[in-house]
């Protein structure tokens, strides 16, 4: 077994972010090429003794979807957000499925892509408040013509340029929970892809609710409510920094809950790229007694002999 996980409790979390599949959205042909690198990374993480619950992020690939469907809205009626967010729990679901199956032969039959709602407040102050970017990136002159030309929200992402953003609430229940703990106990799962499709109970109703749920959070609510042995998100570098590309960027290898807290309310961790991810592992250490771990896919040896990454512990 490996040894990135604790003796006991529900099969292990895994967090990726949509960019680690299409780093260049400009070049989906090498999508497949990033799932088969991601799927030899998951053969590091994969316990003996049960499954494992994949969380992967949709940004650029639900931006794209977004581009097409109003560039074709003349002769197509644009389908609504949450759809799209299933668009892409099944295309990206896909590519790890049989990435997945590829590379773990002897477990080639061990692997499940189930499509996923989450459930959110109808009344979330965030659905009137776009906070999550998706999309490619456009230069800052670009993207302030395309928020006056198209009434996009857009975000500025210091050193990278303009970016669209889009309703993201807060996770608040998983409708296909059951069904994800029992296919974990034995295999490798594909869940809460791009966050989950949002929905929320209306009248007694499922329906569908526009925007993009933060795949960090969501991941980390479906780890609490496995009482995961484990959770893991990996993004682009191998540790939170603190003043992060400033000279006086400093690593945090490990820190409780309430001093990540605390450099979270000072501002250290922005609110569309670390901050949900120190946010997410919080929440985790907190409800299970069990660290969160940050990291990268080429951190992952150094973060398991203790030269890299970042536990967030209980307090």
Not at 248 to 257: I, S
Not at 281 to 300: D, H, M, Q, W, Y
Request: hydrophobic fraction near 40%; charged fraction near 20%.
């Amino acid at each position: 077994m490996t040894g990135f996980w604790l003796d006991g409790g529900g099969a292990p979390v895994v967090a990726f972010g949509g960019n680690a599949l299409l780093p260049d959205p400009d070049k989906p042909e090498e999508a497949e090429q990033h799932a088969t690198a991601f799927a030899e990374a998951v053969r590091f993480l994969l316990p003996d003794d049960s499954g494992i619950v994949l969380v992967h992020g949709n940004g650029p690939q639900v931006g794209a979807h977004l581009l097409r469907h109003e560039a074709g809205a003349q002769e197509v009626p644009p389908a609504p957000l949450d759809v799209l967010v299933a668009d892409t729990q099944g295309s990206i679901g896909y590519l790890l499925s049989r990435a997945l199956r590829n590379a773990n032969s002897d477990r080639a039959g061990e692997v499940a892509a189930i499509v996923t709602q989450v459930e959110v407040d109808p009344a979330d102050p965030a659905l009137t408040n776009p906070r999550k970017p998706v999309g490619p990136f456009y230069d800052p002159a670009e993207g302030a013509a395309l928020a006056s030309e198209r009434g996009w929200d857009m975000v500025e992402v210091p050193g990278r340029g303009a970016r669209r953003v889009v309703p993201s609430p807060v996770p608040i229940g998983v409708v296909e929970l059951e069904e994800i703990r029992d296919v974990a106990r034995h295999r490798l799962v594909i869940a809460g892809g791009g966050g989950g499709i949002p929905v929320a109970v209306i009248d007694g109703s499922i329906r569908g609710i526009e925007g993009v749920i933060d795949k960090d959070r969501t991941a980390s609510l479906i780890a609490r409510l496995l009482d995961a042995r484990g959770f893991l998100i990996l993004t682009d570098v191998g540790h939170v920094s603190r003043a992060f590309g400033t000279p006086d960027e400093e690593p945090l290898h490990q820190m409780t809950a309430a001093e990540a807290e605390e450099l979270l309310a000072a501002g250290e961790f922005p609110p569309g790229s670390m901050g949900p991810k120190i946010e997410s592992c919080i929440a985790f250490a907190r409800a299970t007694g069990r660290p969160g771990v940050i990291t990268s896919v080429e951190g992952l040896a150094d973060t398991l002999a203790g030269s890299d990454g970042t536990r967030i512990i209980p307090d």
